[in-house]
């Protein structure tokens, strides 16, 4: 699904991120794990198609993404990709569902077949009673879960996530968990994590560490 070779960054003088060779199969559930400041997000940011790498190749499902113009790549992004950030990023004078829908008004798909199936996600992460509340009217974990749902109203073939349990209490964070492993079994998404949550990490099919810019 994504394979990542010998990817190099710098910011300015700043060498970030130093030769990653990554493959992640379709379904799989990886975490990666490593100390603050070793390039985790930098390395997402690329998989992501919002960084390029100053070096390296980068394929997403045999596409080959820095071959593809901007407009490609923005149309690549909306289409096969699904971010959850560390803090929900509603918009806040959005409804719930709303928020949901926006990533498939962008995508122009028709109001009312987004609609249904914006209120299906919902249902599916237990929200149903939440659609017309505003993000100021939910608790993190139920933001959260409305960010997860907004994240796969495209049926984006992998899940970004960078830190996605950070600003959750001990159960909101097990439940998003949860959520990933059910979301897995029922629609199949690869998913790629940045997390620094020992329990999460361990659960997942494989976990990643980052050292310095490089895979250790
Ligand atoms: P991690 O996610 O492992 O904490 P990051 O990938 O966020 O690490 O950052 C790695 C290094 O790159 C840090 O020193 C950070 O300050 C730097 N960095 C990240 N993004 C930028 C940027 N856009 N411009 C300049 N420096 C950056």
Redesign the pocket.
């Known amino acids: 699904m994504i394979h990542l070779q010998n990817i190099h960054k710098s910011?300015?003088n700043?060498e970030?991120l130093k030769g990653i060779d990554l493959d992640i199969a379709e379904h799989e559930i990886v975490s990666i794990v490593?100390?603050?400041?070793?390039?985790?997000?930098?390395?997402?940011?690329i998989i992501g198609t919002l960084?390029k790498p100053d070096e390296g190749c980068v394929e997403i499902q045999g596409t080959d993404v820095l071959r593809l113009s901007r407009r490609e790549i923005s149309k690549f992004r909306n289409k096969h990709l699904g971010f959850i950030f560390q803090f929900h990023q509603l918009l806040p004078e959005f409804t719930a569902l709303e928020n949901v829908m926006i990533p498939g008004m962008i995508a122009k798909r028709k109001n009312k077949e987004l609609k249904e199936e914006a209120l299906k996600l919902l249902e599916f992460m237990g929200l149903s009673d939440r659609a017309d509340h505003k993000p100021s009217e939910l608790s993190g974990g139920e933001a959260q879960r409305v960010a997860v749902a907004r994240a796969l109203i495209n049926h984006p073939d992998v899940i970004l996530a960078?830190e996605p349990s950070g600003s959750l209490d001990s159960h909101n964070k097990e439940e998003l968990h949860k959520l990933f492993f059910q979301l897995r079994e029922a629609m199949g998404q690869t998913f790629v994590i940045?997390t620094h949550d020992e329990n999460l990490a361990k659960t997942t099919d494989r976990t990643i560490h980052?050292v310095d810019?490089k895979v250790v």
């Open positions: 910011f300015g700043l970030v490593g100390p603050s400041g070793a390039g985790k997000t930098t390395l997402l940011q960084y960078d940045v980052i810019g």
